[in-house]
């Protein structure tokens, strides 16, 4: 493109978007009141390719327990033409006392610099709460503040108003991305009270000399939490389709196409293009659908995660598809659950070892030379709950940024009830 990004502003109202979050595994419970809480700095997508998953990750959810408190934090992040932040610091609390149950989730991130500078802030802070009074009554509140906050080098306000959007353009006029301010959702859904905020979101519009994909997205801010009124139990679970962690269990890779089902009953769907770990996994288009039930006569937790043509270092693992697919449900108080793994593989294929196939036995272990230790269809079941990777792999050598020992995950489901 000759055209120069050149920053045009117009202000339009738009609807609020939600969090790519919803609620955390599943804890023991201990009170009648569910709650879940949950924030992160940043996240981009470029192209449909999650480029860095949700940073500085603190989540406390699907639980009954009050009086904790969960802290993250993470150093600058860099996505190249997208996004470049400093340090992230994040919390999540629930907290209980005589005048009712609490829950508050809090993420502020530093030196944020997004294409190529033409959105910028010194911080960026998002701010989610829920409450419920002994009375029963249920409240919620939603709180964005973006410090020096400029768009095409024009200052604005550090307040935004809630669920506000600024087109940005060329210096022709042509539209080049849309910058939503202080997103908020407040609702009662089913038994459950949801709060969200996404205090900065940009996305794609039109072609750049960037180089970034119509469609892609950067969140800056986000914060979510939820509070339910008395329920007689919870359901738990999450799935995801590719993640990499190191040897002493950091993070290197986020979790890809990211859902947790919701702790009170609820639906929904994360859906990615492409996803995988940067020189080691490539996938397809993968989607996890979760549903869940939580009633006075039965509960239900369903997971699952359907992978579209995973390779692994270009096809020394590969499949057609991978679906990690789990459900637990319990007809009502004393009975037992039933825990069900429907996970199964399509066109596995393993370079050099022929015998492995679809109906490779469920945790099978075996080692791939010039890769590492594999785990096929690893499953863990308790009477409550069921946990599956359909591939995960030690590795026995470094493979970029990943050293020896690094563990590789593709397909996962795990579903509860509490």
Do not use: W
Not at 11 to 27: E, V
Not at 92 to 110: D, M
């Amino acid at each position: 493109m000759n055209r120069k990004l050149t920053a045009v502003l117009s202000a339009a109202a738009i609807t609020g978007f939600a969090a790519p979050l919803s609620a955390a595994p599943a804890t023991a419970a201990t009170s009648s009141t569910g709650v879940s809480a949950s924030a992160y700095g940043t996240y981009v997508v470029v192209g449909g390719l999650v480029r860095s998953g949700p940073t500085a990750l603190a989540a406390i959810g699907c639980t009954t327990a009050f009086g904790r408190t969960v802290t993250g934090s993470t150093g600058a992040v860099n996505v190249p033409a997208a996004a470049s932040v400093g340090a992230t610091r994040t919390s999540a609390s629930t907290a209980q006392s005589s005048s009712g149950h609490s829950s508050r989730a809090s993420s502020t991130t530093a030196a944020v610099t997004l294409l190529g500078g033409l959105v910028r802030a010194d911080s960026v802070t998002s701010t989610s709460s829920a409450a419920r009074s002994t009375a029963g009554a249920l409240t919620g509140g939603n709180q964005s503040k973006l410090v020096g906050f400029k768009v095409g080098g024009r200052a604005l306000n550090a307040v935004p108003a809630p669920n506000s959007a600024i087109s940005l353009k060329t210096s022709s006029g042509t539209a080049l991305a849309t910058v939503y301010l202080n997103q908020q959702s407040k609702a009662v859904v089913g038994n459950e009270l949801q709060v969200s905020t996404v205090a900065l979101r940009v996305v794609v519009t039109g072609k750049n000399s960037l180089g970034l994909p119509i469609g892609s997205r950067i969140d800056v801010g986000v914060s979510r939490t939820a509070l339910s009124r008395p329920i007689l139990g919870l359901v738990g679970g999450a799935g995801y389709a590719t993640s990499a962690t190191l040897a002493n269990g950091t993070v290197s890779t986020s979790r890809t196409a990211l859902a947790y089902p919701p702790c009170t009953g609820g639906a929904g769907k994360a859906t990615l293009a492409t996803a995988g770990v940067p020189g080691v996994v490539s996938t397809g288009s993968t989607t996890t659908e979760v549903l869940s039930r939580a009633m006075s006569s039965s509960r239900s937790s369903y997971v699952k995660n359907t992978i579209a043509g995973p390779r692994v270092l270009g096809g020394l693992i590969s499949a057609d598809a991978v679906i990690a697919e789990t459900y637990v449900s319990q007809a009502g108080p004393g009975t037992a659950p039933v825990v069900t793994d429907s996970s199964r593989f399509a066109g596995l294929r393993i370079a050099g070892l022929p015998a492995i196939s679809s109906s490779v036995r469920p945790n099978t272990v075996i080692t791939v030379p010039g890769l590492g230790r594999v785990t096929l269809h690893k499953v863990a079941r308790t009477a409550r709950s069921v946990d599956v990777v359909m591939v995960e792999i030690v590795t026995d050598r470094a493979f970029g940024a990943l050293p020896t020992g690094s563990v590789i995950r593709v397909g996962a489901s795990t579903t509860s009830v509490v």
